[in-house]
C-alpha cells in the first residue's frame, strides 16, 4: 500500500480527533486552513461525519472545509468556505473568496463562485491532468521552512 504523499503548510488545523478525515495522495494543504467534520443536531444529540478527501487536491490558504466529501482533482481557491456536508465530485474549481452551502452538491467539471457558490462555467476535459501535474510539480519543488532547533539544557 502507497503512503499518502501530502503538504500540510504551517497554521493548518485538521480537527481529526473529532471523527475521520482521509485524503489521498499529493493533496496540498496551504497555510491557515482549517479541515473539520461536519456535523448533524437529532434529538439525542450531535453526530460528526467524516471527511473524505481525494488525490491531487489544492486547498489554497485561510479556507474553511466541513465537506463531506472533496473528490479527486479538485482546486479549492483561497479564502472558501465549504459548508457541510457538501459534495464536490471530481475535477472541480471553486474560485477564491467562495461559500459552498451546507448539502451542497456540485457535479464533476464545475466552475463554482459566489456566495452562496453556484455554478458559473465549466471545466476543461483535461483538468485531471493538470491537477496532477500541479500537484506534483508542487510537491517536487516545495521547500519546507527553515524550523528552530530544539535545545536541551
Request: hydrophobic content about 40%.
Amino acid at each position: 500500500m502507497d503512503l499518502p504523499i501530502n503538504i500540510v503548510q504551517k497554521d493548518v488545523i485538521i480537527r481529526g480527533d473529532l471523527a475521520a478525515i482521509r485524503s489521498g495522495r499529493f493533496c496540498i494543504i496551504r497555510k491557515g486552513t482549517l479541515i473539520r467534520p461536519s456535523s448533524k443536531k437529532f434529538s439525542k444529540g450531535v453526530t460528526l461525519f467524516p471527511v473524505h478527501i481525494g488525490d491531487h487536491v489544492m486547498i489554497e490558504e485561510d479556507c474553511v472545509i466541513s465537506a463531506a466529501q472533496i473528490c479527486s482533482f479538485v482546486h479549492i481557491g483561497a479564502g472558501s468556505v465549504i459548508g457541510g456536508s457538501a459534495v464536490l465530485k471530481e475535477c472541480c474549481r471553486v474560485l477564491p473568496g467562495s461559500v459552498v452551502a451546507a448539502d451542497s452538491v456540485f457535479p464533476p467539471y464545475s466552475t463554482i463562485a459566489g456566495n452562496p457558490a453556484r455554478v458559473i462555467g465549466q471545466e476543461p476535459e483535461c483538468t485531471e491532468d493538470l491537477m496532477t501535474e500541479a500537484t506534483k510539480q508542487y510537491y517536487d519543488n516545495f521547500q519546507p521552512s527553515n524550523m528552530p532547533k530544539a535545545s536541551f539544557a
